[in-house]
C-alpha cells in the first residue's frame, strides 16, 4: 500500500474523530462530553480535533449531520396520490423512531440538539430559517399532490412539522408519555384543515417594492455540485433561477418557486453562511433529514423542483458572481441556455430573477 496523502490523512483523522465523538455524545450528552476524551477514543491529540472542528458545537452538529446522512429511509407506500397519505407516511416515519418506554437502548446524540440551538441565539435563527425551507419544500411537495395552484400547503407543513418535531422531543423526555398512532392521525387530519394562509393568493406585502432584476449576458459554468434533497449531482445546464441564499434568508427561495416552478424552470438554492465551520453542519443535518423525509413520503414524480446545494466553501456562489457571503446574502442570477441572463440582490432577488422577462 502507497504512502497517504496529508488529505487522505486528514479525512481518516476526521473519521476518526466523528466516530469518536458519537460514542462520547451518545454516552454522556453534549453538555457532559469532553474534547479530551474525545481526542483519547480517538486516539489523536487535542490538537487534531480541533484541526478539523472549530469546537465542541461544530463537532456535535458534524457528528449529527453523519448520522443523518447514513440514515436508510424506509421504502415510499406503493401508492401516494393524496395529501393526507403523504401526510401520514411521514409521521409515520417519523414516529418510528420515538423511544419506547422501559427500551433497553444506546443514547441517541440527537437528544441534546433541542437544547444546544435554544443556548445561543448564533444557531436559533439559522436553525429556524433552516426549517421553514423543510416547510417550503414539504409545502410544494403536498401542492404537488393536490394539484399545483389549487392552495398553498406550506402553512400545512409548517403545522405537521411543528407537531412532529414537539412529539419527537417529548418522547425523549418521557419515553412512553402519548400514543404514537394518534400523533400519525392528527398529521394526517391537517389534510382536512383550512389554514389561514393556505388559500387565497400569496403575495408578501414587500413584493410590489422589488427592483427589477438587471439583464445580463454572461457565462454560467459553475462547479459540480451535489443536490443534498436527492443525493445526486445537482444538473449545471437546467434553465431556471439559481438563489444564493445565506442562513438568515432561507424563506426567500419560496419567492422563486412559485413564480419558475410554474414555468417548467428549476430553482437551485445554493446555501451560505459566514460561520461554514459550525452552521454548515448545523444546515447539514436539517436538510439530510428532510430528504430522508421526502424519501419515505413522496414519490419521486411529484418531488417540488427545487434543489438544495450545500456551499460552505463558497465556490459555487462564486460562479453566480458572488466574491463574498453571510448569513445575510440574498443573490439570484436567471439561467438560460447556459448563460446568465438576470441578476438581482438583496431583499426580493428571487422573486426579481424569477420574474424577469428573458428572450
Known sequence: MGRLTRAEVQEM????????????????GFR???IDRIAERAGLTRGAVYSNFPGKRALYFAVLADLASREVAPAPPASVDTVREALGALARGRVAR?????????????????????????????YAQLLKLDAIVLGTALEGLAGRGRTRLVPVAETA??????????????PG????????????????LALEGSAGAW?????????????VDEAWTPPAATDALRGQVAPSAEDGV???????????????LRVAAPAGETVTAVLVTGEPGELGPLARLT?????????????RGVWPGVRVVHDESGVVAGAAGVSAVSDATEVAVRVRNGRVVARAEGRGACYAAASAEVG
Open 32 to 34: 457532559d462530553a469532553k
Open 98 to 126: 420515538f423511544p419506547l418506554a422501559g427500551a433497553e437502548s444506546a443514547e441517541h446524540p440527537a437528544r441534546d440538539l433541542p437544547s444546544v440551538v435554544l443556548a445561543d441565539a448564533q444557531t436559533r435563527e439559522p
Open 242 to 256: 439559481v438563489a444564493v441564499l445565506g442562513l438568515h434568508r432561507l424563506e426567500a427561495v419560496e419567492e422563486a
Open 161 to 174: 412539522l411543528t407537531l412532529l418535531h414537539g412529539a419527537d422531543q417529548l418522547a425523549a423526555a418521557a
Open 177 to 192: 408519555f402519548g400514543d404514537p398512532f394518534q400523533v400519525v392521525a392528527a398529521c394526517e387530519q391537517l389534510a382536512e
Open 203 to 215: 403575495a408578501p406585502p414587500h413584493l410590489p417594492f422589488v427592483a427589477k432584476a438587471r439583464p
Open 287 to 299: 436538510v439530510a433529514e428532510l430528504g430522508v423525509a421526502l424519501r419515505q413520503a413522496f414519490p
Open 13 to 28: 483523522n476526521r473519521r476518526k474523530v466523528l466516530e469518536a465523538a458519537r460514542e462520547e455524545f451518545g454516552e454522556r
